[in-house]
């Protein structure tokens, strides 16, 4: 029969599933209590996060090992971790990175849209290309999750690996990446509830290994439904970026978006006004087929800087390094970029 210091040991050496820190580290076996006529041991358990699918695989974790030690039954009850304990190894860097706790360094720009079609996959992917080009450490959450775009725009055929119950997220251009594309089989639809496409975000959060980012971008679903709502409530102090055309209606439906962020405190970095004009290689005459003054006038209503304007043209890619949606850095769109890049890096700095 199990002795009350012997079960005490035994768990200690288990790890919380989302800190990656043992139960010893963490103080996070609460209640011990042993029936020695019974053979049952009951005890309370604290984790980072209860009611998950990670704790019921861990409840089955105590069980076995308990019973291979001689306890006839078990009883286990879990609680959360209180905050003081949590914050103590959250934060830290490297595997248990919790990139939601207050003491993350990593600032959160948030890439945003009114409506679809405005290209803010494509100024998702190449604004965080640009800023790892200058040095800085990148990740980029694709959090269109019904949408998702990004591992194809930036030629990702690898997917992420799993490291002890951390994922490894997939780099590219020097961009850390993670996205439903990768967890769906041949681009198979995502027929999900919005509370199910939250605990997925707060996944992409919580159990994948970023390590030390100076920025995550999460490139946003169109409008202002569920997944945007969950970010907004996630992080509190994220950046936004607002996207859109120069076409007058595109900018009114943008501005939605933007009335969101400053709804939820938000700080709104600035506007990027995308498909502002073709420029014909022939003649170098400017046609602005969606028209003219639409990031003029959305910068003027949410009191904010137009970052750029990106006219219309095709990225210049081949066969061997496959990224239809990336600007190489001297391409004339890709200098562009770079320009937004160094913007944002002066407004955060």
């Known amino acids: 029969m199990l002795t009350e210091q012997q079960t005490r040991d035994l768990l200690f050496g288990l790890e919380d599933p989302f800190l990656h820190k043992t139960l010893q580290e963490t103080n996070g076996v609460v209640e011990i209590s042993i029936k020695e006529e019974k053979s049952h041991v009951s005890v309370k358990i604290a984790l980072a996060k209860t009611g998950t699918s990670e704790q019921l695989q861990f409840q089955q974790k105590i069980v076995q090992l308990l019973k291979d030690n001689g306890a006839e039954s078990v009883g286990i009850r879990f609680t959360e971790l209180p905050q003081e304990e949590l914050d ?113 975000l707060n996944n992409f959060f919580s159990e994948v290994e970023w390590g030390d980012l100076d920025y995550l971008l999460l490139d946003l679903p169109p409008g202002t439904g569920d997944v945007a709502l969950d970010v907004h409530t996630m992080l509190p102090h994220c950046k936004e970026i607002i996207v859109t055309t120069p076409h007058p209606t595109a900018a009114f439906v943008a501005a939605r978006a ?70 190489a850095e001297d391409h004339r769109l890709g200098q562009i970029y770079g320009d937004i890049a160094h913007k944002v890096i002066e407004k955060l700095s």
């Open 88 to 200: 103590k190894h959250r934060g830290t860097g490297g595997e248990g990175t919790d990139l939601l706790s207050p003491s993350s360094k990593t600032t959160f720009i948030a890439i945003a849209s009114g409506k679809g079609g405005v290209g803010k996959s494509t100024v998702s992917v190449n604004l965080a290309v640009s800023l790892a080009r200058q040095g800085k450490k990148v990740g980029l959450i694709d959090a269109d999750i019904y949408g998702f775009s990004v591992p194809d725009m930036m030629g990702i055929v690898k997917r992420p690996v799993v490291r002890g119950e951390s994922i490894i997220p997939v780099e590219r251009f020097g961009v850390k990446v993670i996205s439903m594309g990768f967890f769906v089989e041949d681009n198979a639809p995502v027929i999900w509830r919005g509370p199910m496409l939250g605990k997925m």
């Open 258 to 327: 933007g009335a969101m962020a400053l709804q939820t405190d938000h700080e709104i970095l600035g506007v990027i006004e995308n498909m502002s004009y073709f420029e014909s290689k022939k003649t170098g005459e400017k046609e602005f087929v969606f028209g003219q003054g639409g990031g003029e006038k959305l910068t003027e209503e949410l009191r904010t800087d137009l970052l750029g304007k990106l006219p219309l043209q095709q990225p210049d890619w081949d066969e061997e390094d496959f990224a239809p949606s990336i600007y």
